[in-house]
């Protein structure tokens, strides 16, 4: 295949991408609406409160994607030891009763005197950077247990740590997982990551059992009828949700659940909303987008050849897609809840710019491939 062949495909598989993203986004703006309209009537006497606030976070996440692609990558790499390390302390900040904000029982804000700012959604472009530039330079080292492969868990072990004492343990499996599948893809021996595994087991079961509300959502999970008023509230309100959307659903902005029935419905559960409202054919087109999010990702990542390009695409697409099948696994009641938002569509400006910034990162690492970018950074029409 000629370098103009595979030149175009990439641009074409771009613009996929990125049709798909905005697909995405467009849902998430209607669907928002739909979904909190009537909370945020009922709470601040104004129905396009969270619309209008997601349109501010889509204009800064714009900002984002357009620095993210005409970012110099060499300067990302290079650098991407000190952003990882700011961003793990302005993580750990939201521990420190001065600066951290609680909401919902977890400190997961830093208020920054002008904004208030979720750090945690900055570290996991940090953290896949990381792990990208580690993977990227083993290559061209000798990689040993003891002197690569040890410090990396050391690190993983300070991060997750702070995730957890916020605590956000949805998160902190979720970098875990895709810090692993990135690993495994770079072919690190399989021996280190089957005993590594078999040692987060227990502990795994001590954060579980040693923490009553985790607890309370395994059981929850096992049998949510047992407390039908209390702890399995949420989950039978979106399955009550999704089941009575049958196979059209009951129309756009015509959801029952959404009146102070189905908590959290513009967030974490913003795909409930969506499964009632188009049914069995709407809530498929939205699983349909994101494995064509996944598909094209790993085509452009398939497509790279410097080795820093490719692990950070992976770890991006792989993180993303991950978010996306825990969000809706917890929403069907296939996993206990997490609190992680559906990426690119629910509520939240913090993730919704992060997401766009690694969407930008991976559009200028394709760009860089062949050199199609111009000099404003903006990638020509194929």
């Given at each position: 295949?000629?370098?103009?062949?595979?030149?175009?495909?990439?641009?074409?598989?771009?613009?996929?991408?990125?049709?798909?993203?905005?697909?995405?986004?467009?849902?998430?703006?209607?669907?928002?609406?739909?979904?909190?309209?009537?909370?945020?009537?009922?709470?601040?006497?104004?129905?396009?409160?969270?619309?209008?606030?997601?349109?501010?976070?889509v204009l800064v996440g714009f900002i984002g994607f357009l620095f993210a692609r005409s970012i110099s990558l060499d300067f990302l790499e290079g650098t991407s030891p000190f952003f990882f390390v700011g961003s793990l302390i302005l993580t750990a900040m939201t521990l420190i009763p001065r600066f951290g904000i609680r909401i919902h029982g977890s400190s997961?804000?830093?208020?920054?005197?002008?904004?208030?700012?979720?750090?945690?959604?900055?570290?996991?472009?940090?953290?896949?950077?990381?792990?990208?530039?580690?993977?990227?330079?083993?290559?061209?080292?000798?990689?040993?247990?003891?002197?690569?492969?040890?410090?990396?868990?050391?690190?993983?072990?300070?991060?997750?740590?702070?995730?957890?004492?916020?605590?956000?343990?949805?998160?902190?499996?979720?970098?875990?997982?895709?810090?692993?599948?990135?690993?495994?893809?770079?072919?690190?021996?399989?021996?280190?990551?089957?005993?590594?595994?078999?040692?987060?087991?227990?502990?795994?079961?001590?954060?579980?059992?040693?923490?009553?509300?985790?607890?309370?959502?395994?059981?929850?999970?096992?049998?949510?009828?047992?407390?039908?008023?209390?702890?399995?509230?949420?989950?039978?309100?979106?399955?009550?949700?999704?089941?009575?959307?049958?196979?059209?659903?009951?129309?756009?902005?015509?959801?029952?659940?959404?009146?102070?029935?189905?908590p959290m419905q513009h967030t974490d559960f913003i795909f409930s909303i969506i499964a009632e409202e188009t049914g069995f054919i709407g809530s498929s087109i939205i699983i349909i987008l994101y494995v064509l999010f996944l598909y094209y990702g790993l085509r452009i990542a398939g497509q790279l050849t410097k080795k820093f390009h490719i692990y950070a695409?992976?770890?991006?697409?792989?993180?993303?897609?991950?978010?996306?099948?825990?969000?809706?696994?917890?929403?069907?009641?296939?996993?206990?809840?997490?609190?992680?938002?559906?990426?690119?569509?629910?509520?939240?400006?913090?993730?919704?710019?992060?997401?766009?910034?690694?969407?930008?990162?991976?559009?200028?690492?394709?760009?860089?491939?062949?050199?199609?970018?111009?000099?404003?950074?903006?990638?020509?029409?194929?």
């Amino acid at each position: 295949m000629s370098v103009f062949t595979k030149k175009n495909r990439l641009k074409s598989d771009v613009h996929s991408f990125l049709g798909v993203a905005i697909a995405l986004v467009v849902i998430g703006f209607l669907f928002i609406y739909s979904a909190s309209s009537v909370y945020a009537l009922e709470r601040f006497n104004l129905p396009h409160y969270f619309i209008k606030r997601q349109l501010m976070g889509v204009l800064v996440g714009f900002i984002g994607f357009l620095f993210a692609r005409s970012i110099s990558l060499d300067f990302l790499e290079g650098t991407s030891p000190f952003f990882f390390v700011g961003s793990l302390i302005l993580t750990a900040m939201t521990l420190i009763p001065r600066f951290g904000i609680r909401i919902h029982g977890s400190s997961r804000w830093v208020s920054l005197g002008i904004v208030d700012l979720q750090p945690s959604e900055l570290l996991k472009i940090a953290f896949i950077l990381y792990v990208a530039r580690f993977l990227a330079k083993r290559e061209q080292q000798k990689f040993t247990f003891k002197k690569s492969y040890l410090p990396f868990l050391v690190v993983c072990a300070i991060v997750a740590g702070i995730l957890l004492k916020q605590p956000d343990f949805g998160l902190a499996v979720t970098l875990t997982c895709t810090a692993f599948l990135l690993l495994f893809i770079a072919g690190v021996p399989f021996k280190h990551l089957f005993f590594t595994a078999l040692g987060l087991l227990p502990i795994g079961a001590f954060l579980i059992f040693n923490y009553s509300y985790r607890l309370r959502r395994i059981l929850t999970f096992l049998n949510p009828w047992n407390d039908p008023q209390g702890a399995g509230f949420q989950i039978i309100q979106s399955l009550i949700a999704i089941g009575s959307g049958n196979w059209w659903g009951s129309g756009i902005s015509h959801s029952k659940q959404k009146f102070f029935y189905l908590p959290m419905q513009h967030t974490d559960f913003i795909f409930s909303i969506i499964a009632e409202e188009t049914g069995f054919i709407g809530s498929s087109i939205i699983i349909i987008l994101y494995v064509l999010f996944l598909y094209y990702g790993l085509r452009i990542a398939g497509q790279l050849t410097k080795k820093f390009h490719i692990y950070a695409a992976l770890g991006f697409v792989l993180l993303t897609s991950l978010q996306a099948i825990i969000n809706i696994f917890v929403a069907t009641g296939l996993l206990p809840t997490k609190g992680i938002g559906l990426p690119l569509i629910s509520y939240g400006n913090s993730s919704l710019v992060c997401t766009f910034i690694m969407i930008g990162l991976i559009v200028n690492m394709a760009a860089h491939e062949y050199g199609y970018k111009n000099k404003s950074g903006i990638t020509s029409a194929a």
